[in-house]
């Protein structure tokens, strides 16, 4: 099984950026598709973006569209989540999920997804 481990997390003011990372141990990252979600203080865990196994096909929260980008590097393992134009309402914990897929396209369902990561916390201050 994979396993993930998320970082690039922490405080940032309003209209700033981070970039996140989700690093896989294991030898079939290129056999999963990786979804991000996040879940803030009180509310349910929802999901942000996904990508598929080899990159081609992404799907966004409507939330997010326009200033989230999701990529992966399957050489290195490794799937990113590019975040810009950072808003207060962005604060929650992310994390990052593998699904996996005998072909092509990204679920957007959260069930879908059978291995997380511990999660990184994001704060937008405004």
């Known amino acids: 099984q994979v396993q993930l481990v998320e970082s690039g997390g922490g405080l940032v003011q309003a209209g700033g950026s981070l970039r996140l990372s989700c690093a896989a141990s294991?030898?079939?990252?290129?056999?999963?598709?990786v979804g991000w979600f996040r879940q803030a203080p009180g509310k349910e865990r929802e999901f942000v973006a996904s990508?598929?196994?080899?990159?081609?096909?992404?799907n966004y929260a409507d939330s997010v569209k326009g200033r989230f980008t999701i990529s992966r590097d399957n050489a290195k393992n490794t799937a990113y989540l590019q975040m810009n134009s950072l808003k207060p309402e962005d604060t929650a914990v992310y994390s990052c999920?593998?699904?996996?897929?005998?072909?092509?396209?990204?679920?957007?369902?959260?069930?879908?997804?059978?291995?997380w990561g511990q999660g990184t916390q994001v704060t937008v201050s405004s």
């Open positions: 999920a593998t699904e996996f897929r005998r072909f092509g396209g990204a679920s957007t369902a959260i069930e879908r997804y059978d291995n």
């Open positions: 294991g030898s079939t990252f290129s056999s999963v598709a």
């Open positions: 990508i598929s196994r080899a990159g081609v096909s992404t």
